[in-house]
């Protein structure tokens, strides 16, 4: 008899690389930001928490890669949400993130957001971002160490990154950044998205007007 193995309710991650390189202006603009203090890992092993001075960097510079990111915004939506009505959805903040040597990534969610998303500037070696099942309960309350890990017995999942990736993921989905072990600086552009418009349904008392 056959048998098949099914998996329901998928967490998506939305993955696309941008065809271009950074322009010579991005590229002065980032330069710019990072000098200026404007990048700053989440979590500093090595020091206290950064100060972020720039959390709307989308607001005054880098305008095409904000269009890129806002063109696989609507992908996306288009592909995983699926609304029946049409909310506008937009980026409200936009931050870089520098992760100079010794440095990570907290695991954290995106709070106050429909959307996450990151863009990378620059990447190091077998770079990746480290995404966690917080809800990951399969087996109960019992543990089984697996002999090979897989989609159905991992509580996380380690993600590869390059450079002029742009992934997009459910803001809830707590993720980090391992230790930047390599001699030079990590570099990405971090998002949230929320959306204005009609959510809900009169007949079914949850409708919300934003």
Known sequence: MKSELHTMFPVPVYATKRDSELSIEEEKEIEDLTKRGDGRAIWNMRKEKGTLINSNIFDTKLSNLKEFCEEHIKKYVEQVINPEEEPDFYITQSWLNVARPGESNQPHSHQNSIIGGVFYIAT???????????????????????????????????????????????????????????????????????????????????????
């Open 124 to 210: 190091i070696e077998n770079d990746n971002i480290q995404f966690y099942n917080t809800k990951f309960t399969p087996h109960g309350s019992f543990h089984f160490e697996p002999k090979e890990y897989n989609i159905w017995n991992s509580s996380n999942w380690f993600f590869p990154v390059e450079k002029n990736q742009l992934l997009l993921f459910p803001s809830w989905l707590e993720h980090s950044v391992k230790e930047n072990e390599s001699d030079k600086d990590r570099i990405s552009i971090a998002f949230n998205v929320f959306a204005k418009g009609i959510f809900g349904r009169k007949d079914l008392l949850n409708e919300l007007i934003l």
